[in-house]
């Protein structure tokens, strides 16, 4: 028997709403069968993936498949929200995307070093961030094969 497999779920994690907007509609236009979420700071990233605060219920804020992660955002930068990430036992095999405007060749070592699983920067055209979207959601959400999720919620 086929089973239906679960909607991925795609965190984003941007504090700028112009971006957010422009990913959002690349996703869609990529015809990616993804559930997104989004959260505009490294906090609320950690909260979301904790069940904290805001993202308490656990079916408002699934497990992602995949971050897509912003560097600059308020309160905690996306490279501390990584790092906090990878050394969670529980979260560090989430593949997380450094999504950035950066282009910088620190950026693109510190965040390697500290577990990103792919650093892209945004391209400056909505064609070609579509192209971009449709390549990540194309390879992370139906090329690779991801370790196995257990939901605590369902006894698994």
């Known amino acids: 028997m086929v089973s ?4 991925k779920v795609i965190l984003l994690a941007e504090d700028d709403a ?3 907007y422009l990913i959002t509609e690349a996703v869609d236009e990529c015809g990616i069968e993804a559930r997104i979420f989004m959260v505009e700071n490294g906090e609320d990233l ?4 904790h069940h904290r605060n805001l993202y ?4 408002e804020s699934p497990r992602p498949d995949l971050i897509l992660l912003d560097l600059n ?4 930068d996306g490279r501390e929200a990584l790092a906090e990430i990878k050394a969670d036992p529980d979260l560090h095999n989430i ?12 950026d693109i ?30 390879y992370w ?15 698994g």
Do not use: H, W
């Not at 950690?46 to 993936?49: M, N, S």
């Not at 920067?121 to 909505?126: A, T």
């Open 95 to 106: 593949p997380v995307i450094i999504l950035t405007t950066s282009r910088a060749q620190e």
């Open 56 to 59: 308490a219920e656990p079916a």
């Open 46 to 49: 950690l909260d979301y993936l």
């Open 73 to 76: 955002m308020p309160l905690k």
């Open 141 to 155: 959400l139906e090329t690779v094969k991801l370790p196995e999720q257990t939901d605590q919620s369902d006894g």
């Open 4 to 7: 239906n497999p679960k909607p």
């Open 18 to 20: 112009d971006d957010i």
């Open 109 to 138: 070592d510190i965040t390697y070093s500290l577990g990103a699983s792919s650093f892209v920067s945004k391209p400056n055209s909505f064609k070609n961030l579509r192209e971009l979207v449709c390549k990540l959601g194309s």
